[in-house]
Structure formats: C-alpha cells, structure tokens
C-alpha cells in the first residue's frame, strides 16, 4: 500500500486546526451544554501533542481506506468521510446520549467536529494521491 505521508501530515494538521477552530467557535454552547471541557482550568500540558498524534493516527488510517478502496478524488474521499462518520462518531455520540444521559445538542456539537475533521482529511488524502 502505498500511503502519502506528507497529505497524512497536512491533513492532521488541518483537521486540528480545524477542530480548534470549530471549538473555539462554539466555546459558548459547549458550556452552555455542560460540557467539562469547557470549564476554566487550564489544559494540561499534554493536549496539543496528544491531539496531533490523534490527528495522526486517524489520518493515516483514513488514507489507508482510501489507498485500499482506490478512491481517487475528493468526492470519494467526501464520501468515505460521511460513511466513517456515521459508522463511528455518530454511532458512539448516539450510544453515548442514550446510555450515559449525554445532552443531546453536545452530541451534536461533538457530531459536527467529527464531521468536519473527517471530510478535511478525506478529502485532503484522496485529492493528494
């Protein structure tokens, strides 16, 4: 299999800035829906690095599905992003509401990032085969 390791490194990178964004943007409905992150005490230091290799680790795997199932193009890859999201974030998120008493609307907003992360790195891998 032959991976990209440079479209793997951009699209970690970008889906966490992405998601830092997307965070940053909705910092006052993760508080408002209760979320622990949003509290105020300060990150540890740990966060960033641990996020990157997780940015990583998903993007690689992402591209690795792509280079499995030949997809080459961004609506392959968009597609394959909505297929793993539905299959992954948003099966857990629904678990999570109906077994753990999650709200709702911060599964939702939880939902959205991992829409948003999985269709950046699909597309960025697929696009950069």
Not at 13 to 22: I, T
Not at 45 to 69: D, F, Q
Request: charged share 10%; proline share 5%.
């Amino acid at each position: 299999m032959d991976l990209n390791y440079a479209a793997i490194a951009v699209a970690a990178v970008a889906a966490f800035l992405a998601a830092f964004g997307y965070y940053v943007a909705f910092g006052r409905q993760l508080a408002a829906y209760g979320s622990a992150a949003a509290g105020n005490e300060r990150p540890s230091p740990w966060l960033v690095p641990v996020e990157l290799v997780k940015h990583l680790v998903i993007a690689a795997v992402v591209a690795g599905m792509v280079a499995s199932s030949d997809i080459a193009g961004v609506p392959g890859g968009l597609l394959l992003g909505v297929a793993l999201w539905v299959a992954f974030p948003v099966m857990l998120l629904v678990g999570s509401v109906f077994h753990e008493k999650t709200p709702w609307r911060l599964a939702m907003l939880h939902g959205g990032d991992w829409l948003l992360k999985l269709l950046l790195i699909a597309a960025i891998v697929s696009a950069w085969r």
